[in-house]
């Protein structure tokens, strides 16, 4: 993939929004983690996407746009950036009104465009814009609001949306050109529950900008998105700061998880990419040049701070916005303007990694203990052998909480399972897979771990953490098994095995890769981080590079007197993130094979 090439394509539709106001008491910037003020107007910024023709359905367009002005393109872009300064009417509703939105007197709104879309220019430039209508998304909507929803249980684990990248310093009235907001995300007068956030978050706004755009390029869009895929953000962060300098910045991740889980029709997508305050809006690209969605404000967990990127897919979008927008784009130089060849995008040669990654990915399992934390898991072998960590089961012993009260595990250091502690286990684990022993695992399959694990499992089952239960993943479906445990280990490896009652049908084992890492080389990290059992979502990817190898040393030949050692790498880390719940993940390389597992 030639990133460059796709972002020199990308940028003939990536815009800044910039809407400046009157703003007698410094009001309009809540929520807004930056903004300017300055002789009682705000101005605020976000990051948009300018519409090419061939996207446009034609009557309905044509007659939005005749009303609008004549030459005028259309450019979308998040609601939040424009409702500060709407009439006070349509401000306070939570559903958008028939009637034709205004902006209070004294309100603006200008596009900063790349200068190679108007001839004769080079540096970007300013156009003025106007309001068409907001929009709102219901599909993306409902899948936000139900993970909202899903964590309402739990206060400390509740989400907010909004950047939590402002000032700590109290609120007073701004009197500098540049301000950080303080106050809460949801103030006191809005009504503070899950659906009003999904949809504040979700909704859109289209402006009107007198632009000619006879040499702008056609646009495709992705056929299908999937986790692991390369995206692609344009995007202006802290544009009002100083909008050149800002402008369109390039941020690449990938896609970490889809929701629903399993549909064909995404309603959201859960982005692992670097993003700041004033990206909201700023188009998603695959590594083709095709448009994913549009990224918008971030899910943000309220004990943590951590904040979970949010995409609405392209599918949901024109769902909404039907009578304006084309599900695929116009065939009139679809392919022979734009595509492979203008891209000079080389064939696909990583579909067999992603196809082993996805595969791999079925091996993650998600466990709850009692039915209150959970974590993640990896299936070993068809016999329903699962990998775990020890501070899921004993968290007192590592000084933890449970899921609930860990902070933010990014740049956590997992272990190889080649490791000392457990090379007297592992061998037999894995050679477990070639045996061939009943679907209902015997009583005698424990001995395997050795005759101590007895004792210990009866010990154990005595402090009450009777309820182990996994959830496995299996061709888009769930199924849920009681498991037990059946080794702890006592020392530094904060690992731990299960082993389910009941094996329900064919299982997917993790394949290994017990050899040392190169530095620099991709590493997934593959867990249930963040969302635990009643949010409805398969296992999230993250990815990163192996960052450094710990290796140990051991003697090859413990009954000889020769002295003879052999090197393995004991410990590994990853530039991958790794939030709560993630632990007892795997660490997988480019092929899907196993090379580590997430603890703390």
Known sequence: MDVSKVVSFSRNFAVLVKVEGPDPKGLKMRKHAFHQYHSGNATLSASGILFPRNILTGEAAAKVLFEAGQDMALVLTVASVVEPFLTLGHRTSSSISQDPVKLIPGARIEIMVEGQLKSGKEAPFWVPAQLLSLVDVPVSSAALQSLIEASSGSKDSGWDVGWSLVSAANGSQPSTKIEHYSKPLMQLDEPLNANFMSKSATRMALLGVPLSLLGQPNMNFASSSSKGDTLVALGSPFGILSPVNFFNSVSTGSIANC?????????????????LP?????????????????????????????????????????TACRHLLLEEPSEAGKASQWGSEALNVKSDTSIPAQVAIEKAMESVCLITVNDGVWASGIILNEHGLILTNAHLLEPWRYG???????????GLKPYVLGADEFSSTGGKVWEQKSQTLPRKAPANLYSSVGENIREYKHNFLQTGHRDIRVRLCHLDSWTWCTANMVYICKEQLDIALLQLEYVPG?????????????????????????????????????SGVVAKVVHAKRRLNTQSISQEVAEFPAMLETTAAVHPGGSGGAVLNSSGHMIGLVTR
């Not at 029709?265 to 990419?273: H, W």
């Not at 620099?520 to 979502?537: D, E, I, N, Q, Y």
């Open 506 to 542: 064919k299982l997917q084992p993790i394949a290994a890769n017990f050899f040392s890492p190169p530095l620099g080389t991709t590493a997934h990290v593959v867990g249930h981080g963040l969302f635990g059992p009643r949010c409805g979502l398969s296992p999230s990817i993250c």
């Open 400 to 410: 933890k909480g449970g899921v609930y009260g860990e902070g933010n595990d990014a």
């Open 278 to 318: 004033g990206m909201e809006g700023a188009p998603v690209f695959d590594k083709n040049g095709h448009l994913i969605g549009i990224l918008i404000r971030p899910l943000r967990q309220k004990n943590s701070g951590v904040e979970i990127q949010l995409v609405v897919p392209w599918g949901a979008i024109t």
């Open 259 to 275: 929701y629903p889980s399993g549909s064909l029709k995404k309603s959201l997508m859960i982005a692992d990419v670097r993003c």
